[in-house]
């Protein structure tokens, strides 16, 4: 494995938009040091910002880490990431339509039939719908690495229900109310725009028989789910109400939600539950989170609802590696961001090539999510790659494997000190009637020395993303 | 042949209900083989909702009782001038992907004895002579025999037991012709079947399995044949649950009784 | 506003004060314990949990009425709704779920108590000595009572905590004096006796509501006394005409705000003009128990109005 990149110093140098937090860093005594984190974690505890993590006991409310050593973007490095971001989401919703149209890139043969079509997020129900303005992922949740000073590559795609960005409005909020004079010395695109970009984005797709102001609510499996505190923080922020299931029904064509002051109809539903939940009467049957009937209402028109059930099918790990060969398919441009080399392990030459070097690379499930279920090689004992390989056997079409890379590291505040640890980066690209997205995303950070797992459910903590201004 | 439909589903709760919400597949397909003359559906204080075409060609309508009620009633009513197309659903318009229906679902999982019986295929010339030995291998797997099964029985718990109804012999028949790489999908309709003197079940389901150059055909193992003109079709779907005629939940439901009446006659032109 | 909002914002203010009431139940409890009695405490101690309504979940799980079992009961105990612990976290859930409702001053007061709470069920139980428990509850649910006041938004959130908290409390003294006069007096010859007195005293005592009793009656205290004070006198913070005449102040205030008048509105008006025109007198030749009664009926009833008409999301 080559050394990583490290994003403040590069042969002894700090790195441009580093400057001024060398100064910063030097200026903080540890005991100031112990003093901001603390009230940082305070602020964060009464604000109520919180995450469960999922299959431990334990304190439900376990906040999440937060590094206050700050990640910086360039206005130059940021503009070429924007343009790869929105690209790659215009992509990937082109892609949707298609699939659930007339599936030219299949006919064209750019991409194999059964991987679209016997996958399981495909979502045979809405074949021949086309929601309003032709979206399907609203909210565009794309997982980017850095490897070197110009190099990015996706890691993944999130294009159902992407979740983070309270972490990014939060990690701004506390730094600029715990460090000011660093915002008066840097110049740091604002972020706060984000919630009113996304109800214009969700307003801007209501359903055609929606007149006047549209109404919107954000649907949540519940407060025991670990992402509650976001799902209730964008609410507020949007100016929007919570809802469960349980507060909305349908009544003819249309869904309602039960109110003090009676039924009201709801136009947009921006929800954070699973397709599988959704409707009892469309998918499982045994859901209890879902509203009976409202698969009906979507599907004629009555309501929309965001990320369209079946947008999963495009975010699908075997899917991705067609990514870039749907922004040439589509757009007829390159590929402003590039993938990750990823061997597919349902194919023969790939599954050979995994198995003869799985102690080099990260292994993941298709269909797997928040780090669970995946070998990362190098880090793994004999015994763990040997595990997988066993699994990967049984079933190797559940497997993608990618090489191990060498993630960059920003400095990070450790308990000995200042120490490099790596980050990725997940930017909320927004889609509604325009492409939106706000400078800055979620960068998680691996806390544990060496770890290149970055998820909050492995250890992993956020830190504030800057873009600087021009 | 001009069959006359009258399909009436009663619902009946222990405590009166509230939010009752179904989603029905009920009305007749469009395809070359039946023109509908006339149709109704009506849900006892009920209002009617969202409507619609999907992507499998069936034509979906949403429901809702807003109660409380103690009883629900769907009356299905209607003509259809059916004609003998020997099983193939020419005409029928439809954008879901034949390959959509090579996936498994919870009713019709694979096991090894599915596997063994797809072998039936094995032998066959062509993907046609392929999917009418698997039909037949189903029929003689599964013995009629109503009562043996119940709604919720899988594919391989029907070829375990080695009778069922319709559902099953559809189930099972689903799952190894996709087993044999057809693609394959239960549907649910309706069968005019008083020719030989025994009384059949009105409402019935069979399975259509796609081929190469004649599109989506229909067989019927129950009772060892193609669809013909005495057959009306509603709905598919990858089993019995996603093709169901009528899905419904009720917000506060205490227990169900449901009690189905189906007639199907023959007008006389 | 969500009727799932209206519901945990109602229930949070009824387990607030269901907390206070158990831990009033505590305080006068140990009290009284020390006072000799012909009965002995352990009658007294079953009196109480009467009132609850819990005397029998009581018995099942821990027998023998002493004060550390009943310590256990009334404030640790999970397998106990009412408990003070159960109230708490309930009412705290309830808040978390309608965080966005309530101001950070509200979910501040709220949150220290859970949090607090969990110190304290940490604590050696030798450390802790009941005052300090019934001292700490009461504090604390007038920390949040006092930040929903000072703080929240006049609009419908603010009418429905408010009857959350009217309702509960009117119940609470409503049962507290009915076990007095049903379950703590053992026969007719009592009425008047000094073992009446105080148990009268005790039940101010409950209701926190002794030295306000002297201010505004003076003398011998009365069976007719109490009832006028404890029912009918709208100085008293907790009589029953208090906290049925601000049920019937919210769920106007709610009407109008929505426009529309509703069977709940109808029925606490009536329940307030029945306590209008009652007197000690009217209310001892119903029977005092049978009164009672019918007010917990009539109460249960609102509650049912309330829900059906605002909480369930039915009405339409």
């Known amino acids: 494995m080559t050394p990583s990149f490290n994003e403040m110093y590069q042969n002894g140098e700090v790195r441009i938009p580093y400057a001024r937090l060398e100064e910063w860093t030097r200026g903080m005594s540890p005991a100031l040091r112990t003093q901001k984190q603390a009230e940082a974690e305070a602020l964060f505890r009464r604000i109520g910002i919180t995450f469960a993590v999922y299959g431990e006991g334990g304190d439900p409310d376990r906040l999440i880490p937060f590094d206050m050593f700050p990640r910086v973007f360039t206005a130059m490095e940021w503009a070429r990431l924007e343009r790869g971001i929105k690209q790659r989401a215009r992509a990937l919703n082109a892609f949707l339509v298609d699939v659930y149209g007339r599936g030219e890139i299949v006919r ?363 | 042949m001009l069959l006359k439909v009258d399909h009436v589903t009663m619902y009946a709760y222990d405590r009166p209900v509230r939010g009752v919400a179904q989603s029905h597949r009920l009305t007749p397909s469009r395809f070359e083989g039946q023109k509908t003359v006339e149709w109704s559906v009506t849900v006892t204080d009920g209002t009617r909702g969202g409507s619609f075409r999907d992507g499998a060609g069936d034509w979906i309508e949403g429901w809702t009782v807003k109660g409380p009620v103690a009883d629900i009633s769907v009356r299905v009513a209607g003509l259809v001038e059916t004609s003998d197309l020997a099983g193939v659903l020419r005409g029928h318009r439809e954008q879901v992907p034949p390959e959509c229906y090579l996936r498994e679902s919870l009713a019709t999982r694979m096991d090894t004895a599915l596997l063994k019986l797809a072998k039936a295929a094995d032998s066959a010339p062509d993907p046609l002579s392929a999917a009418h030995a698997l039909s037949l291998a189903v029929s003689d797997a599964i013995a009629y025999r109503p009562g043996a099964t119940h709604a919720k029985t899988t594919a391989s718990e029907a070829l375990a037991q080695g009778e069922g109804v319709c559902q099953d012999h559809t189930h099972v028949l689903c799952a190894i012709a996709r087993a044999a790489g057809l693609p394959a999908r239960y549907v649910s309709g309706y069968l005019f079947a008083t020719s030989d003197g025994v009384p059949h079940e009105a409402a019935h389901a069979w399975a259509e399995v796609f081929l190469p150059g004649l599109g989506w055909v229909g067989f019927d193992a129950a009772n060892r044949c193609c669809p013909d003109e005495r057959y009306i079709r509603l709905g598919s779907g990858l089993d019995a649950q996603e093709a169901a005629p009528i899905r419904g939940s009720a917000r506060s439901a205490g227990k169900e009784s449901l009690t189905v009446q189906v007639a199907v006659q023959s007008v006389q032109q | 506003m969500l009727s799932r909002t209206a519901d945990n914002l109602y229930w949070l203010a009824r387990y607030m004060e269901r907390a206070e009431t158990a831990a009033r139940l505590l305080e006068v409890g140990a009290r009284i314990s020390l006072l000799p009695t012909e009965q002995g405490y352990r009658n007294e101690w079953d009196s109480l949990l009467r009132s609850t309504g819990s005397a029998d979940g009581f018995a099942k799980k821990y027998g023998e009425a002493v004060q550390r079992n009943i310590e256990s009961f009334l404030f640790f105990d999970r397998d106990n709704p009412s408990s003070v612990a159960s109230s708490i976290t309930a009412a705290r859930e309830n808040g978390r779920i309608v965080r966005t409702a309530l101001t950070t001053q509200v979910w501040d007061a709220l949150n220290t108590a859970f949090q607090e709470l969990r110190q304290i069920e940490r604590a050696p139980r030798s450390e802790l000595e009941l005052s300090r428990l019934t001292d700490w509850t009461m504090k604390h649910a007038a920390m949040v009572r006092g930040a929903i006041d000072a703080t929240l938004l006049r609009g419908d959130g603010y009418n429905f905590l408010n009857l959350g908290y009217y309702l509960e409390r009117g119940d609470a003294t409503a049962r507290l004096m009915d076990v007095k006069y049903y379950v703590l007096l053992p026969r007719a010859g009592y009425v008047g006796t000094g073992a009446d007195n105080d148990q009268w005293m005790m039940l101010l005592r409950a209701l926190s509501a002794n030295r306000a009793f002297h201010w505004a009656y003076g003398g011998e205290i009365t069976a007719a006394k109490i009832a006028h004070f404890l029912i009918l006198n709208p100085q008293c913070p907790r009589s029953l005409i208090t906290c049925v005449a601000g049920a019937n102040n919210h769920l106007s205030r709610v009407a109008k705000l929505y426009g529309q008048s509703s069977q709940a509105q109808t029925r606490a008006t009536a329940l307030l003009t029945l306590l209008e025109q009652s007197t000690p007198e009217t209310i001892f030749d119903e029977g005092l128990h049978d009164f009672l009664s019918r007010f917990i009926g009539l109460t249960a009833d609102l509650a049912v109005s309330i829900n059906d008409t605002y909480l369930s999301g039915d009405m339409a």
């Not at chain 1, 997982?143 to 972490?167: A, K, M």
Request: proline residues 7%; contains cysteine.
């Open chain 1, 108 to 470: 064209a043969g750019r991409i194999p039939a059964a991987l679209v079509y016997q996958n399981e997020a495909y979502e045979k129900s809405v074949v021949g719908f086309v929601p309003p303005k032709g979206v399907y992922s609203h909210i565009v949740g794309i997982d980017i690495v850095r490897t070197g000073p110009n190099d990015f590559f996706v890691l993944e795609d999130n294009c159902r229900t992407p979740s983070g960005v309270s972490y990014m409005l939060e990690s701004r909020e506390m730094m600029m109310r715990m460090f000011p004079h660093l915002f008066r010395e840097n110049r740091i695109q604002p972020v706060d725009r984000y919630h009113s970009l996304l109800r214009r984005t969700l307003n801007s797709v209501a359903p055609a028989k929606c007149t006047g102001e549209p109404t919107v609510v954000i649907l949540t499996p519940g407060h025991f789910n670990s992402a509650y505190y976001e799902h209730s923080f964008l609410a507020d922020l949007m100016g929007v109400e919570l809802v469960e299931g349980a507060d909305l029904f349908v009544d003819g064509a249309f869904v309602y939600m039960r109110t003090t002051e009676g039924p009201r109809k709801v136009d947009v539903i921006y929800r954070r539950i699973d397709d599988a939940y959704l409707d009892p009467l469309c998918f499982r049957p045994d859901s209890m989170l879902g509203i009976p009937g409202l698969m009906d209402v979507y599907r004629s028109g009555g309501v929309t609802i965001c990320s369209a059930p079946g947008a999963g099918v495009a975010d699908d790990k075997a899917v991705y590696t067609y990514v870039p060969e749907m922004v040439r398919f589509y757009l007829g441009e390159e590929p402003i961001l590039n993938n990750v080399p990823t061997w597919q392990c349902a194919k023969s030459d790939d599954l050979k090539h995994v198995l003869e070097n799985l102690a080099d690379l990260v292994v993941k499930e298709v269909h797997g999510s928040g780090g669970y279920g995946m070998l990362v090689g190098p880090k793994s004992t004999k015994a763990e790659v040997e595990d997988f390989r066993h699994k990967i056997l049984a079933n190797p079409g559940n497997y993608i494997a990618q090489p191990t890379l060498a993630l960059s590291a920003t400095p990070t505040f450790v308990d000995e000190g200042i120490a490099p640890r790596h980050v990725d980066l997940r930017p909320y690209c927004l889609v509604g009637e325009t492409i939106e997205l706000v400078p800055g995303g979620l960068t998680r950070v691996a806390l544990r020395e060496g770890s290149l797992v970055v998820n909050s459910s492995q250890g992993g903590g956020v830190k504030d993303t800057w873009v600087l201004a021009e």
